[in-house]
């Protein structure tokens, strides 16, 4: 009898243990996602160069566009403190929304924009690429936010603000 119910424990701390790496690999998962969310400087290669090595390929949602991205991000998601509410634009058919960036993120966009001026940038959203985003001025990072914009009402637009939204009140709680 005693060796049933010390089968019957060792079959509990089984399930234990699995249910520990079955949630640790959920855990594991959120924190590469979120690690797949910032402002990444896309790296331009030669045709001639293999880009094995060099960094990673991410693509748009409808992957029409691929890119090449280093492994870090320029201004991780961790960095992204607000957000803005999506506004419409009728004269120039746009609308935006407004990420709020840390001023250590901020300082390191603006360092990487004037060392390096051709330097292209994407916002990339769970290993999607959202867009690209202008670094043709200093008035374009002007008080800590980056303007993320697009067509007026696109579904996209809509898609990265809940996206992001999403993120940033997680992560404030």
Not at 41 to 55: C, H, Q, S
Not at 58 to 75: C, D, G, H, K, S
Request: glycine fraction near 4%; proline fraction near 2%; include cysteine.
């Amino acid at each position: 009898m005693l060796q049933f119910f010390g089968n019957l424990e060792e079959s509990m701390v089984l399930r234990f243990i699995l249910l520990l790496f079955v949630s640790g690999s959920i855990t594991y998962s959120s924190v590469c996602a979120q690690e797949s969310t910032g402002i990444f400087a896309i790296i331009k290669l030669d045709k001639k160069y293999k880009t094995k090595g060099y960094g990673r390929k991410v693509y748009t949602r409808n992957n029409r566009e691929r890119f090449l991205i280093p492994e870090q991000a320029l201004i991780a998601s961790a960095e992204f403190t607000a957000i803005r509410p999506i506004e419409h634009d009728l004269r120039a058919l746009i609308s935006y929304f407004d990420i709020i960036v840390s001023a250590e993120g901020m300082v390191r966009l603006r360092n990487t924009v004037s060392a390096l001026p051709d330097t292209e940038l994407i916002l990339l959203i769970d290993n999607t690429v959202f867009g690209r985003i202008s670094t043709r001025s200093e008035e374009d990072f002007k008080f800590n936010k980056i303007t993320i914009a697009s067509p007026i009402k696109d579904v996209d637009l809509q898609w990265a603000y809940e996206q992001l939204q999403e993120m940033i009140a997680t992560r404030k709680n």
